[in-house]
């Protein structure tokens, strides 16, 4: 894992994503007690304002800074997808870590309604359970919850028969428990590679959806500040001031833009280790 | 006998992995002259692949390759890919080992040797050109041409899409055919074939010969001159006798090691008892 | 062949039942009650006793499994419920938005098509250099980008300041094209590059090789690998036409183009559950047999499978 790890960072541009996400969070979180604007201190008079003076980026329609608004967002936004991936992922990686360590019967019926789920296309799923729900941040986490989990335990159970199997196999050669606990210790990091890379690429689809879902109108409401939801309010306000649309826009793209790029870093370097000394 | 220019006379030939610099041939050389025949023989590995395909410039685009390669006085490795790429089928032709994927798996054989044909001589008539393909079939002595024609490649034989690869220098007519490994996919009673039409081309076409191949038997019966490669380099080079009359040690070392392989052999299947 | 497919009907069945009961269940995660809602709709006083009457109107009164039952029954035979809001028969209003769906569905995969493989062949041929790294940096931006965003970007260039195209609508022909490029941008990186991975593998085959060292032309050539490598990729196509029909909701919205998205859309807004229910149901039968259509076709293709 070290070596994975080391690989990972020293890679210029995996640091670079690495970097500007921790920055992205740090902002978010301390939003509160940075000297920057209310992001709901509405000021009609001062509405669509140039990026300038005490306005880094501008004013909305409403006179609200843009840039805080921007910065406010991370905290739903970003927070939330981060919140919904780490929920699926670690309730996809149990159920599949169960089915695929209980086998016959149990998996069997497990994996069964994993498939279920499985063939429902995310994004309907995740309409019509915010479609039941109703509009919010929580339920916009539970129904991506609900609609992605599935693929999270396929592919743990997948990882846990592929260790167990070879495990069984060397069991009745092998001799005490020391050389099967070295076998998983090869077998996991590289199955736990695919994981992570499926986590990581996820976490840009979720943040694209979420935002989507604001931007319809079914996630957050006024006057939480939302990329997507900003993005939405620009659309009205497009023939008198179609700057408004820019940077909401630029912030949910360099954001998937890293995890996209991250992800693929990972996955770069948990395949070295398996392509051999000198990439034969 | 006076000079005559050789139809390719590779030189000083080094070929090496472009990123890393790690050298596969180093300073490999030959000289074919018209209508000859010149084995090249080695271990797998030996670099013999690389060298030949490096020599008419269609090495895999991961490797760099320098020297002088001459087709007929002109140097091919300075020439623009399209210069070459006029040479390929019209005059050098380049059998590949592994003849189950040596067609594309979508598309009928037929269909695929008749495009072979219009590329090389894009005036020919239709009529013309089937009667060609099935004219190159027969005369590899398949007995129902039409029936090769329809099939696509998964529907035949190994034994039989090597004779169809054959069937390409009777419908193109190049100068040089270049054959990788043509009997070491198959079994001793197809690969016999194979070596009695390379004979049969030789004598009917004149085509000059390249034959690279591990099995010692197969450089025997065709070869006029050979070369042995081992790591890239060529160790030994000559007439027939280099395999009767050895004088490096690894050339020794691969003909006994046939020798041991072939009595083995004979053992097994001749005159003992053989099994089926 | 046909054995394969006879045994994956069969495997469809027990898939085809989870996803109805799903499908159904999804309206238990209402935290309101189905009449309340229906009675406020139609901006009605959500008296108790008209509660209790639509209740018992809409079948709500009787227990799930019976409701299911009926439900499922009513599905089968094409009857998908009625609007809460005006009434009509579900399966007609989704039989009325599903074509202009399709429609754009069909124009942007044409659209994915054209982009991905002359990616491809540019990718192929010029590997490693400019043209192949700046069409891999297009790809990979593409694939961030918001789908909403390029279209309002689009649609600011094109329909307001240029006034070249429609900005909502479906009149014409080149009210399409809008939405068609909006929604080709959020997919295209997905199959641009399984494309160009299919070709680079595929060029490096040993009949790639045998067929230039006879003679065959670059264009030649290209045609054989770019058909070897359509069919690697077919699996995926075949699978984008569904899922371009169940992203297309937000373009849908963005451009008020009125397909079975943009319907689910303004369901959620008026809370018409049934709308909603079929909406999942058909997107999900949908997928599975698209899924099993494409697998088959895939099968068929390629000449090794057929024979077998």
């Not at chain 1, 209310?38 to 990026?51: E, L, R, S, V, W």
């Not at chain 2, 005059?91 to 189950?100: D, F, G, R, S």
């Not at chain 3, 769906?101 to 493989?117: C, E, G, K, P, Q």
Request: proline share 4%.
């Amino acid at each position: 894992m070290h070596a994975i790890l080391k690989r990972l960072l020293a890679d210029r541009m995996a640091r670079g994503c690495m970097v500007f996400i921790a920055m992205l969070l740090a902002l978010g979180v301390l939003a509160p007690v940075l000297p920057i604007a209310d992001p709901t201190a509405i000021d009609i008079t001062g509405k669509f304002q140039m990026p300038g003076g005490g306005h880094w980026l501008g004013t909305d329609q409403l006179g609200r800074d843009i840039f805080s608004r921007l910065v406010w967002g991370i905290r739903t936004t970003l927070c939330a997808s981060l919140a919904a991936m780490l929920i699926t992922s670690a309730i996809g990686a149990l159920y599949g870590a169960i089915a695929g360590g209980m086998r016959g019967r149990v998996d069997a019926v497990m994996m069964r309604l994993a498939d279920v789920m499985m063939s429902f296309p995310s994004e309907v799923l995740i309409l019509a359970i915010v479609g039941m729900m109703g509009p919010g941040l929580t339920n916009m986490i539970i129904a991506c919850v609900v609609a992605k989990w599935a693929w999270y335990a396929r592919m743990m159970r997948t990882i846990v028969r592929r260790i167990s199997d070879a495990g069984y196999v060397r069991f009745a050669r092998v001799c005490g428990a020391g050389e099967a606990w070295i076998l998983l210790r090869h077998l996991a990091p590289g199955a736990a590679g695919e994981f992570f890379v499926l986590v990581t690429l996820d976490t840009g689809s979720v943040v694209l959806m979420i935002s989507a879902l604001s931007f319809l109108g079914l996630g957050v409401q006024p006057p939480v500040a939302e990329w997507g939801m900003m993005l939405s309010e620009a659309k009205e306000v497009m023939l008198q001031y179609p700057w408004q649309m820019f940077w909401p826009g630029v912030a949910i793209l360099s954001t998937v833009a890293c995890f996209n790029f991250l992800g693929d870093c990972v996955r770069d370097a948990f395949d070295l280790r398996h392509a051999g000394r000198d990439g034969q | 006998m006076s000079e005559r220019t050789p139809l390719l006379l590779v030189e000083d030939l080094s070929v090496s992995v472009a990123s890393t610099g790690r050298s596969i041939v180093s300073s490999a050389g030959f000289a074919l002259h018209e209508g000859e025949c010149l084995g090249i023989v080695g271990e797998s590995g030996a670099g013999k692949s690389i060298m030949t395909l490096s020599a008419i410039g269609l090495q895999p685009r991961v490797l760099s390759v320098r020297g002088r390669s001459l087709w007929k006085g002109e140097d091919l490795l300075a020439m623009t890919a399209k210069g070459r790429a006029a040479l390929y089928g019209r005059q050098i032709l380049l059998i590949v080992q592994q003849p189950m994927s040596a067609f594309d798996p979508l598309i009928r054989i037929g269909h695929q040797l008749l495009e072979s044909l219009r590329c090389v001589s894009p005036r020919i008539g239709s009529q013309e050109a089937i009667r060609r393909v099935e004219q190159a079939l027969a005369a590899l002595r398949f007995e129902d041409p039409a029936r090769i024609m329809r099939s696509f490649p998964c529907e035949l034989s190994g034994g039989q899409l090597q004779r169809c690869m054959l069937a390409t220098v009777r419908l193109l007519k190049p100068s040089l055919v270049i054959a990788d490994e043509p009997t070491s996919a198959l079994d001793v009673l197809s690969g016999k074939e194979v070596v009695n039409e390379f004979m049969r081309m030789r004598e009917e076409l004149g085509v000059a010969l390249i034959m690279i191949t591990h099995d010692l038997g197969v450089v025997q019966a065709l070869a006029d001159q050979l070369i042995v490669m081992r790591q890239g380099a060529v160790i030994e080079r000559g007439g027939p006798h280099v395999l009767t009359n050895p004088q490096h040690e690894y050339t020794r070392y691969l003909v006994n090691t046939r020798l041991a392989l072939a009595e083995a052999f004979t053992r097994l299947t001749g005159n003992g008892g053989g099994r089926a | 062949m046909a054995r394969m497919i006879l045994r994956r009907l069969l495997l469809l069945v027990p898939i085809l039942f989870g996803i109805s009961i799903v499908s159904f269940v999804l309206i238990a995660l209402s935290p309101s009650d189905p009449a309340e809602v229906a009675i406020r709709v139609n901006a009605m006083v959500p008296t108790p006793e008209l509660i209790a009457q639509t209740r018992h109107e809409l079948g709500l009164d009787e227990p799930m499994l019976t409701r299911y039952v009926h439900w499922l029954g009513g599905v089968m035979s094409g009857d998908l419920g009625r609007s809460y809001v005006n009434g009509r028969a579900v399966a007609a209003e989704i039989a009325e938005a599903f074509p202009a769906t399709v429609y754009l569905a069909l124009v942007t995969l044409a659209l994915i098509l054209v982009i991905s493989l002359a990616s491809a062949v540019i990718c192929a041929r010029y590997e490693n250099r400019l043209p192949d790294k700046f069409v891999r940096l297009m790809i990979f931006l593409t694939s961030a980008l918001p789908g909403f965003w390029a279209g309002l970007l689009l649609m600011w260039l094109f329909a307001v300041e240029l006034d070249w195209l429609p900005t909502s609508g479906m009149r014409g022909p080149e009210s399409v094209i809008l939405p068609a490029v909006t929604l080709s941008l959020a997919y295209v990186s997905t199959y641009a590059r399984i494309v160009r991975a299919e070709m680079i593998r595929t060029s490096h085959e040993n009949w790639v090789l045998f067929a230039r060292g006879r003679g065959l032309t670059d264009a030649r050539l290209t045609v054989h690998v770019l058909l070897n490598s359509l069919r690697g990729a077919a699996t995926a196509l075949g699978m984008s036409i569904p899922k371009l029909i169940a992203g297309a909701f937000v373009v849908e919205s963005i451009f008020a183009w009125p397909g079975i998205g943009r319907l689910c859309i303004t369901a959620i807004f008026n809370r018409d559950f049934p709308i909603i229910q079929a909406y999942v149901l058909i997107m999900a039968v949908l997928f599975v047999l698209f899924n099993l259509a494409s697998d088959v076709f895939v099968a068929w293709l390629d000449p090794r499978e057929r024979g077998g």
